[in-house]
């Protein structure tokens, strides 16, 4: 029996959700990240139709947590030990075979020796053990945000992470897709190149492209000027337009309005992006940005999710930290 990653928009048991619990790593943004999570909590939980397991890393976040959202119905808070929030890359895929489910579990170095801290490492076992799968540990690196399924086989990745030699030194476009289709049943690999400037993954495709439905891809054309992702957006577009999917069917591009430039309180670019978009059981929750909220983004969105509700929640404390709503949370499929 093959190994199937099911999409994101297939039903799920259950939402995992990363809460700010070190207040040393967000300094002056740590109060707002833990509201702007707390917001996206509620609306997993409540228009998202989700049952969120919110994961926390210290007593202390524990506590912030329930003091929160403690009294809130379907969020399950759930006491842990992480470094910091990012459980779409230090937890685990879940995958099914058969009618068995495993949880598939990858070494973490902290996006290539950047970021390395206490406990990150076991999140995908913690995860594990609370679903109640077993943990299929593998042998290299591997960050869950790099890859994005459409449920029939076919992963979107970039080649500037995936094949980064801070990484798995030496992978090949062949090495790299063996290894896929060993941990996680992929049958069809479709390679970008760069992702958003100044990104500290070195280009997670979710925030550059993510599946929708099947054979349908959206990615962000520039907005604005100075946009400076406008390049990686146009080349991302034109790579997806000539690529088939596992099944042998061309896929259909969808241009969606990128946030353009967006800074932080020092004038700097941040690798702000409405592709890190989560999609729940009965919505879809878009980070947006003040600078300028997103709105025609939404409207897109919405056309190409009817059966579901079409969310913008702010999401610039998190960003902060290095990135948005998909990067915290991981889906446990049902």
């Known amino acids: 029996m093959s190994l199937v990653v099911p999409a994101e928009w297939a039903p799920h048991r259950a939402m995992w959700l990363g809460f700010p619990s070190h207040e040393d790593l967000w300094g002056e943004d740590f109060a707002q990240a833990q509201a702007e999570v707390a917001a996206l909590a509620r609306a997993l939980a409540g228009p998202g139709q989700e049952r969120v397991r919110l994961m926390t890393g210290s007593p202390d976040g524990e506590a912030a947590a329930r003091r929160m959202l403690g009294d809130v119905a379907r969020i399950e808070i759930v006491a842990g030990a992480f470094g910091d929030i990012w459980l779409r890359d230090t937890g685990p895929i879940f995958a099914r075979q058969g009618d068995g489910w495993s949880a598939r579990g990858f070494r973490f170095n902290g996006w290539g020796g950047k970021y390395v801290y ?100 959206v990615c962000p054309v520039a907005f604005g000027r100075g946009d400076p992702n406008m390049d990686a957006y146009d080349d991302a577009a034109r790579r997806l337009a000539g690529m088939t999917d596992a099944r042998g069917g061309r896929l259909k591009v969808v241009r969606i309005p990128s946030p353009g430039w967006i800074e932080n309180a020092d004038g700097d670019y941040v690798p702000a992006s409405h592709m890190n978009f989560i999609i729940a059981n009965g919505a879809v929750i878009v980070p ?40 915290i949370t991981q889906q446990e499929p049902a």
């Not at 500037?160 to 690999?189: F, H, I, M, Y």
């Not at 600078?291 to 404390?317: C, N, T």
């Open 118 to 217: 206490p406990h990150d490492d076991t999140v995908a076992a913690q995860i594990a053990g609370h679903a109640g799968v077993p943990l299929a540990s593998n042998a290299f690196i591997l960050e869950g945000g790099a890859l994005d399924h459409d449920g029939f086989g076919t992963v979107l990745t970039t080649g500037q992470c995936l094949l980064n030699a801070n990484r798995n030194p030496g992978w090949s476009a062949d090495v790299a897709e063996a290894a896929l289709a060993a941990a996680l049943g992929v049958r069809k690999t479709l390679w970008l190149g760069d992702g958003l400037q100044n990104d500290h993954t070195d280009g997670h495709v979710d925030n550059l492209a993510r599946f929708v439905a099947p054979g349908v891809v």
């Open 288 to 327: 947006t940005y003040a600078q300028r909220p997103g709105e025609m983004a939404l409207q897109a969105l919405e056309s190409l999710f009817p059966d579901r509700k079409v969310i913008g929640l702010p999401s610039a404390a998190i960003l902060t930290g290095g990135g948005s709503f998909h990067c």
